[in-house]
């Protein structure tokens, strides 16, 4: 019982670091958005989309139904270029941006009928949040010779700071099992996106 009870404190705490960390920049004020550029504007949004976009971390292989349940904790690290940088502080930001910011996110995936899978993600913090949702259709399952090939689609709604994106990625995704709990896999991804910044009546 004190194990189980210890665990969600431990899980917290693994959680807790990172998510401030990659929402460090959230009580900034930032100046005249209405004067950055459009090539501004445009880093700001493909670092969002990009560096948020749903990540399944999963093989092609389907769950199945007997237990069918996947549970975890994902953590991304989200690189920030230099025009990421200079678009922020175009925006009015002070506070050092580090390199990387840590994106951890909780998953849950689902098995279903036909080869099929379901998942969700999320992760928020301070007004920032970061939701995802996933599926995905084996279409190719030789379980005698551990290979599997999917078709994974997936949406993620992210609202960051003062500005919000919408993701959608089309992936192939090929995996061999070699051994127990071993799916290595290999993909290729289509990713569409759009946003906007949220600028105040005003201007500022």
Same mark, same amino acid.
């Given at each position: *019982?004190? $194990?189980?009870?210890? =665990?969600?404190?431990? %899980?917290?705490?693994? *959680?807790?670091?990172?998510? /401030?960390?990659?929402?460090?920049?959230?009580?900034? $004020?930032?100046?005249? &958005?209405?004067? *950055?550029?459009?090539?501004?504007?445009?880093?700001?949004?493909?670092? #969002?989309? &990009?560096? +948020?976009?749903? $990540?399944?971390?999963? #093989?092609? /292989?389907?769950?199945?139904?007997?237990?069918? =349940?996947?549970?975890?904790?994902?953590?991304?690290?989200?690189? +920030? #270029?230099?025009?990421?940088? @200079?678009? %922020?502080?175009?925006?009015?930001?002070? @506070?050092?941006?580090? $390199?990387?910011?840590? &994106?951890? /996110?909780? @998953? &849950?995936?689902?098995? %279903?009928?036909?080869?099929f899978d379901a998942g969700i993600s999320y992760v928020g913090y301070a007004g920032n949040r970061v939701l995802g949702f996933e599926g995905q259709w084996a279409w190719l399952q030789r379980e005698e010779l551990g290979l599997f090939s999917a078709l994974r689609l997936s949406y993620t709604r992210a609202e960051l700071f003062f500005m919000w994106t919408n993701t959608f990625k089309v992936e192939s995704v090929f995996s061999k099992r070699l051994f127990w709990l071993v799916d290595p896999f290999v993909g290729t991804a289509l990713v569409s996106a759009n946003g906007a910044l949220e600028v105040p009546l005003g201007g500022s």
């Open positions: *019982m004190l $194990r189980a009870a210890l =665990f969600p404190l431990f %899980l917290t705490f693994l *959680m807790l670091s990172p998510v /401030r960390a990659a929402f460090a920049l959230e009580n900034y $004020r930032h100046g005249d &958005l209405s004067a *950055m550029t459009q090539a501004a504007v445009g880093a700001l949004l493909q670092t #969002s989309s &990009l560096g +948020t976009a749903y $990540r399944s971390y999963a #093989s092609a /292989r389907p769950l199945g139904l007997a237990l069918g =349940f996947d549970v975890g904790v994902d953590l991304t690290a989200v690189g +920030t #270029s230099d025009e990421f940088v @200079q678009a %922020l502080r175009q925006a009015g930001v002070v @506070q050092t941006i580090p $390199r990387d910011l840590p &994106l951890p /996110r909780f @998953q &849950l995936r689902k098995g %279903l009928p036909g080869g």
